[in-house]
């Protein structure tokens, strides 16, 4: 898997990756990996469970939709996984 029109990694959570979730939600949807470097290896996440809380309440409080937000783990590292719909 690498980055597309339709994915994006980063590897940490900042506020600023609403306009990425807003960007999907307009075009064709897409998914967001949170928890990945550039090169697409999973780094982890600290703070998890907050920021499965507090994401999706976020993207529906600011931009009035909703997304999914998934935990996947590889290489004994977790991330996280939203997925927009367009």
Do not use: T
Request: contains cysteine; proline residues 2%.
């Amino acid at each position: 898997m690498k980055e597309s029109q339709h994915a994006e990694w980063k590897e940490a959570w900042r506020d600023e990756y609403l306009r990425w979730v807003c960007g999907f939600a307009n075009a064709e949807g897409g998914v967001l990996h949170i928890g990945r470097n550039d090169k697409g290896v999973v780094v982890g996440v600290p703070n998890i469970a907050k920021l499965m809380e507090d994401i999706p309440n976020k993207v529906r409080d600011i931009l009035g939709i909703m997304v999914e937000v998934n935990l996947r783990e590889e290489g004994g590292r977790e991330y996280l996984e939203i997925a927009v719909e367009s």
